[in-house]
């Protein structure tokens, strides 16, 4: 048997992602189409493959070229878009005397191509086309016999159907007769000459197929979501789930992802949706599957990421359970033992620092390799003038009417840094317990930087809120640890703190305004008050001296209603 997969399309539907990638190179369960398409061929007993392509057709070709299949694929190339007719016609000189299959590149199904292959043998129509049941596409009438009829899904057409046609068909080489050569053809319009001649084009229809047409992002992603979590699962638990997949939607971060639980009986896993991968060297969720296998191999306490399909944005990882620092604290009426959880947090943050960054590669970042004085004048101080200032404290206010006082911050956050892997996000609602282990989450935005930033995140974090007692007691204690496995200067390091929490209490309160107003998560702005008291007492702490300009527009800042009072 000769095969040949219609590959040409636009991809109008899933436009602008095929604006970049065909549609036939499109991943589910981290497998393109195509691939799914010609390994199905091959176990049904294709001895030879024809792929046409018009749309990004360099890609396809590189992609079969690269491939070791076990059966000659070639690709020919449509300069005009032919239609499914036309491309049939245009590979006669492929096809031999027997009956060939062919099958379209946008769908998925697990229809067991072999049998209807044998079908079509058995029967010996012009043509057998694949129907199924699927009320958004259903046109094809069959009478009782099971033999197509009509194609335009008028009632009372037909015995069955409609049905819907699922872009597989083995036809006998009498069509070829029926299709015009060197234009634009389609198909159906052979199929109804041939019915119209007293030739037999039959249904198969088999029983439960499992079937989907990929030609929208709605259907495309509801279909990679379903078999990645069906791969997922295998991966994780060494057998397909022994009950219906549930998804429960999971509250959200300061991101575009969606979160899902999914369960089957006891069992579950943690979904992370990125959305389609757009097209950039370096996407958030390659990040968070390259970054994070990195830091588990590493033995750090992430999640474990059982699989990932980066095209598709889909990573499924380990259910680390609903507790966080942020809500563990919340529920803890003995401080003493809230610092002992900060202490074992940190002993972890400085295990993830020195361990995490040996192996690094500054390549897996999506954002920046390191942190950098750019990063902290435009991402943080930037942030906090347009995102906080501006939009949410009503100022008109320039980035260069500080420009001095946000050199010395991002000199200060640098000059005395102990570098190693940097989370960047390192507060209590990224920061899980499970069987008794603090693990941390949202390490995709990781990078090599200094350790006194995610110190500083984790002390003056606005969600829990510690004492400046409680943030100078545990400083010490992070100090004093981190001593005992390298070499650096304390003084130093306690004047890099300072200003990396300066840093980091500036992003906080940008990332606050972004989020509750531009993003209309108006939650976080219930922060804003501790955000603001926080950094009132981080500037005072460098003296009167410093940071004048800062210091009277917080000023102005709390003076306004609504703004400094704890909501």
């Not at 497998?31 to 010609?38: D, S, V």
């Not at 046609?165 to 053809?185: M, S």
């Not at 943080?380 to 980035?399: H, K, P, Q, S, T």
């Amino acid at each position: 048997m000769k095969a040949l997969i219609l590959a040409a399309g636009l991809g109008t539907r899933l436009r602008p992602h095929t604006d970049i990638t065909p549609k036939p190179l499109f991943t589910v369960a981290g497998r393109t189409l195509l691939a799914i398409h010609i390994h199905n061929l091959q176990a049904a007993g294709g001895e030879a493959i024809l792929v046409n392509t018009h749309h990004r057709h360099a890609e396809i070709e590189r992609f079969v070229a690269a491939q070791r299949f076990d059966v000659p694929v070639t690709t020919r190339f449509e300069p005009s878009l032919l239609g499914t007719g036309g491309a049939i016609k245009n590979a006669a000189d492929f096809w031999d005397s027997r009956p060939f299959m062919v099958v379209n590149a946008d769908i998925f199904s697990t229809i067991d191509l072999r049998q209807v292959y044998a079908f079509h043998l058995r029967h010996r129509p012009a043509a057998t086309l694949v129907l199924c049941d699927d009320p958004e596409f259903n046109t094809v009438s069959v009478d009782a016999q099971g033999r197509v009829i009509d194609f335009s899904a008028q009632p009372g057409g037909g015995t069955r159907g409609p049905l819907t046609f699922t872009g597989i068909q083995v036809l006998d080489p009498v069509i070829l007769d029926y299709l015009p050569g060197g234009r634009f053809a389609h198909s159906v319009d052979a199929f109804q000459a041939m019915i119209a001649d007293g030739r037999t084009v039959l249904a198969c229809i088999p029983e439960n197929p499992a079937w989907k047409d990929l030609g929208t992002p709605e259907r495309y992603r509801a279909t990679a979501r379903e078999l990645s979590a069906a791969a997922a699962w295998r991966v994780a638990f060494g057998e397909d789930p022994a009950a219906a997949l549930t998804w429960e939607r999971l509250e959200g971060d300061g991101s575009d992802r969606c979160w899902f639980r999914v369960r089957a009986g006891s069992r579950s896993l943690v979904m992370a949706d990125h959305g389609l991968r757009p097209p950039v060297p370096v996407a958030e969720v390659d990040s968070f599957v390259t970054i994070g296998r990195h830091l588990r191999d590493k033995g750090q306490p992430v999640p474990e990421i059982f699989f990932g399909d980066t095209f598709a944005g889909l990573v499924f990882l380990e259910d680390l359970g609903g507790t966080s620092l942020q809500a563990a604290v919340q529920h803890e009426q003995n401080r003493d033992r809230v610092m002992d959880w900060y202490q074992a947090i940190i002993d972890s943050l400085i295990a993830l620092s020195t361990q995490g960054a040996d192996g690094f590669d500054p390549a897996w970042a999506f954002q920046t390799s390191r942190y950098s004085r750019e990063l902290i004048l435009e991402r943080e101080c930037g942030y906090f003038v347009d995102a906080f200032l501006n939009r949410v404290a009503g100022m008109n206010a320039g980035v260069g009417d500080f420009e001095d006082e946000f050199a010395l911050i991002a000199d200060g956050a640098l000059r005395h840094a102990v570098e190693g892997f940097m989370h960047r996000d390192m507060q209590s609602r990224n920061i899980m317990l499970k069987d008794g282990r603090w693990h941390f989450i949202d390490f995709q935005v990781g990078r090599l930087g200094p350790a006194q930033y995610d110190l500083a995140s984790l002390l003056i974090d606005p969600y829990v809120g510690l004492t400046p007692a409680e943030q100078a007691n545990l400083l010490d204690y992070g100090i004093r640890r981190l001593a005992e496995m390298r070499p650096f200067d304390a003084a130093g390091f306690r004047q890099g703190f300072e200003h990396c929490a300066l840093a980091r209490n500036l992003q906080i309160l940008g990332a606050f305004g972004f989020l509750s107003t531009v993003k209309a998560k108006p939650y976080f702005a219930d922060y804003i008050p501790a955000a603001l008291r926080s950094l009132n007492e981080r500037l005072a702490a460098f003296g009167d001296r410093c940071f004048p300009k800062l210091k009277q527009t917080l000023l102005q800042v709390m003076g306004k209603p609504g703004l400094a009072e704890k909501r």
